[in-house]
């Protein structure tokens, strides 16, 4: 704490203290002058200390829950499913991305109940009540949440690898 609030002062920084948090990942006997918390919420996602994300998935389904409802309250001022898939796209597909990389490493089971949450807003928006995940993901022109963790995945890596090039045709402008 002496040497993050040394630091501050060195570079001409404010320090608030009540925004001082400390969160140990694994365990250790060491003392720190600060209280450790479990869980940490960084940029709208709730961070424990096991790194499973066991807090913020069931943040995301509330989220989505609440938007969803909306969507099926006003069903009948939405004329069709191409409007209601433009709210959907627009309003709850975010809240499965934000963060989904470092989400793509939850549990089994919160990555199944988002998904289970993804087929009812699916459901919901497409007016099909039948229809398996994947002809829902069909007619939705969409991909599995975990399909779309794993290419947002392959986009970062790709970018990285590319980096080089990238700054190269940065330099052109």
């Not at 869980?39 to 961070?47: A, M, N, R």
């Not at 627009?90 to 993804?118: G, M, W």
Request: net charge positive; with cysteine; hydrophobic share 40%.
């Amino acid at each position: 704490m002496r040497n993050a609030n040394h630091w501050y002062s060195v570079n001409g920084m404010i320090v608030n203290s009540t925004k001082h948090h400390a969160m140990i990942l694994g365990s250790t006997d060491h003392k720190f002058s600060l209280t450790a918390e479990d869980s940490l919420d960084l940029l709208g996602t709730t961070i424990d200390k096991d790194l499973n994300f066991n807090k913020h998935i069931p943040q995301v389904c509330t989220k989505v829950n609440n938007e969803l409802s909306v969507i099926i309250r006003f069903h009948k001022l939405i004329d069709n499913a191409t409007n209601k898939l433009k709210l959907y796209n627009a309003f709850i597909v975010p809240n499965f991305q934000y963060c989904s990389t470092v989400l793509h490493f939850c549990s089994s089971t919160d990555r199944d109940k988002i998904e289970a949450l993804n087929k009812r807003a699916q459901r919901v928006v497409l007016d099909d009540h039948t229809a398996s995940y994947n002809k829902l993901l069909d007619k939705a022109h969409a991909i599995s949440l975990y399909n779309k963790r794993i290419h947002n995945m392959l986009n970062i890596i790709y970018k990285c690898l590319q980096w080089e090039n990238y700054q190269s045709i940065l330099e052109m402008f």
